[in-house]
């Protein structure tokens, strides 16, 4: 528990030795540009186009914003608020959620899933849990703050809904058939709640590592502060708070069913000196038996992966520490 970032760092005045990255994997080695024209999409205009647009953004960038999505602004910002108090919480309350078991089911945890072994620490506290179906894992969630569970679970429920229909639209922009999400690819959804404690030196550190998401899909809510940057063409991107928006990446399940039309860009998450960043980042992935697979219909003349069990995957994922060139290379059919 005192290895928690939020634990400690309150009285820090300099970055520990073990927070220093290595020169080049720092968040100060990078210039970061600023994009005018990341994909901003308005979910209840002209559905169509909005289909072009979600295409055109997951092709380009494998990222974009969605406002007018249809998630009350009044349950995004109570959920937002009841994280918050979460983390605020004496550590005693939070003790019996603390775990470095990555086998545990709802755990609050620090760094990485590698604490144990990695060699350098990242500047991120996180809570993860499953959340679907609700009556499954709820009474497995935080007791505290009491309104927790209420208000998380009808975030959750809205989330997959708006990811579901997300996920649509993806189908219909690639000419897949209706509905081919549904069922076991978009079965487990999971709340992976990152949490980033003001850095005395955010130069030297990182809150989350360069990494692609392993999943299908995620929808992140980042708040009004920054610090989520996305990699296009070696160059590394800033990803601007919109009030109330999303911003949903591709996951690699998805670049694979894709057959490689849509990208699941690698991104990754800074600190910032003045205030604490919490993001909720809400994963939709595939059963662990499900066979992934490029989509018959995506297939122009050959496909480019084997097919392959999501927990084949997910395995090669963490004993890689999410080295997600190495893994997508695995499943590659080989010409
Ligand atoms: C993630 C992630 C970015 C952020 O949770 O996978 O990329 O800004 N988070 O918190
Ligand atoms: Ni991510």
């Known amino acids: 528990m005192e290895t928690l970032v939020s634990s400690w760092s309150k009285t820090c005045i300099k970055v520990p030795e073990n927070y220093i990255l290595p020169e080049g994997q720092r968040a100060g080695s990078d210039e970061i540009h600023a994009c005018k024209s990341f994909p901003l999409i308005d979910l209840s205009g002209n559905q169509s186009k ?37 983390f605020d919480l004496p550590n005693e309350e939070k003790a019996q959620l603390f775990s470095t078991d990555q086998n545990k089911a709802c755990r609050l945890y620090t760094s990485s899933y590698n604490y144990n072994t990695e060699k350098v620490h990242f500047w991120r506290d996180g809570l993860r849990h499953p959340v679907h179906p609700l009556d499954e894992w709820v009474h497995l969630w935080p007791e505290k703050p009491t309104n927790y569970r209420d208000v998380v679970g009808k975030y959750s429920l809205e989330l997959r809904k708006l990811t579901l229909r997300i996920l649509e639209l993806i189908c219909e922009g690639l000419g897949i058939e209706a509905g081919y999400f549904e069922g076991d690819l978009s079965k487990n959804h999971v709340l992976s709640i990152n949490h980033y404690p003001p850095c005395p030196d955010p130069s ?23 610090g989520l940057q996305v990699l296009k063409n070696g160059q590394w991107l800033g990803v601007e708070p919109v009030p109330h928006a999303f911003v949903v990446n591709i996951g690699n399940q998805l670049e694979v069913i894709s057959n490689g039309k849509l990208r699941s ?23 662990h038996e499900t066979i992934i697979k ?14 392959f069990k999501y927990k084949e995957f997910s395995k090669l994922y963490v004993d890689t520490f999410g080295d997600t060139d190495a893994v997508m290379e695995a499943f590659k059919i080989k010409t």
């Open 50 to 86: 909005a289909i072009q647009e979600i295409l055109y953004a997951c092709q380009e960038f494998g990222f974009f914003q969605v406002i007018n999505h249809g998630v009350s602004e009044d349950l995004i910002d109570d959920t937002i608020k009841v994280i918050e108090e979460f």
């Open 204 to 226: 030297l550190t990182m809150g989350i590592p360069k990494h692609a998401d392993a999943n299908l899909i995620t929808v992140l809510f980042q708040g009004n502060i920054s």
């Open 265 to 287: 860009a690698e991104h990754r998450g800074v600190t910032n000196s003045k205030v604490s960043r919490t993001t909720i980042g809400s994963f939709i992935l595939p059963n």
């Open 294 to 307: 490029p989509a018959k219909t995506m297939i122009e003349s050959v496909p480019l992966y084997r097919p």
